[in-house]
Antibody, heavy 123, light 106 residues
Framework: QVQLVQSGAEVKKPGASVRVSCKTSGYNFTTFDVHWVRQGPGQRPEWMGWINVRNGNIRYSDRFQGRVSITRDTSATTVYMELTKLEFEDTAIYYC????????????????WGRGTLVTVSP | IVLTQSPATLSVSPGERATLSCRASQSISNNLVWYKQKPGQAPRLLIYDASTRATGIPARFSGSGSGTEFTLTISSLQSEDFAVYYCQQYNWWPPLTFGGGTTVEI
């Protein structure tokens, strides 16, 4: 079945960087785009960015512009999200989520999510 | 686009009807989805295009609305329906945006 398996929890200091991986399986990797969404404690989900896994096109939320990088490794069917210059406010659960559209026609909503990776920023 | 959900918390008894609201700061046509999130879990897609149930979603869930006003109705609450519900718009992006959520509690 479709699975998005994320890397484990991370604890980072302010100013550091974190990279979260999202290993996909159960479907053709290049058929569906992937997004990253984070959710702080008791907060609404917040969209961070998107990658077209076929051609590598990327779009980021302006809120994270310059700090976030989304990449993919097609041979490993894995998508990565790196966030730099971490602040306390970046403490959140980070989710990868599969776009519902296919073959480059993104629908911009999500039918399958990873279980989330808790990133804690602490001195 | 700012999405405002109301009420923040809805107290309902099993078997009763629940009506959740999502209001957009400007028109988003019918480009709205609803998700359900239980504690410790990722969100799950319920409704897309404002009114179409996603695969495997029971008929007791229905969505309606267009423009700026949207509603999610759960016709007869089951125990597994007690959760937080979020709306998300995909008409104007980036960024995609989510509402603040409605907690449906017993």
């Amino acid at each position: 079945q479709v699975q998005l398996v994320q890397s484990g929890a991370e604890v980072k200091k302010p100013g550091a960087s974190v990279r979260v991986s999202c290993k996909t399986s159960g479907y053709n990797f290049t058929t569906f785009d992937v997004h990253w969404v984070r959710q702080g404690p008791g907060q609404r989900p917040e969209w961070m960015g998107w990658i077209n896994v076929r051609n590598g096109n990327i779009r980021y939320s302006d809120r994270f512009q310059g700090r976030v990088s989304i990449t993919r490794d097609t041979s490993a069917t894995t998508v990565y999200m790196e966030l730099t210059k971490l602040e306390f406010e970046d403490t959140a659960i980070y989710y990868c989520a599969r776009d519902t559209g296919s073959f480059g026609d993104a629908f911009w909503y999500f039918d399958c999510w990873g279980r989330g990776t808790l990133v804690t920023v602490s001195p | 686009i700012v999405l405002t959900q109301s009420p923040a918390t809805l107290s309902v008894s099993p078997g009763e009807r629940a009506t959740l609201s999502c209001r957009a700061s400007q028109s988003i046509s019918n480009n709205l989805v609803w998700y359900k999130q239980k504690p410790g879990q990722a969100p799950r897609l319920l409704i897309y295009d404002a009114s179409t149930r996603a695969t495997g979603i029971p008929a007791r869930f229905s969505g309606s609305g267009s423009g700026t006003e949207f509603t999610l109705t759960i016709s007869s609450l089951q125990s597994e329906d007690f959760a937080v519900y979020y709306c998300q718009q995909y008409n104007w992006w980036p960024p995609l945006t989510f509402g603040g959520g409605t907690t449906v509690e017993i």
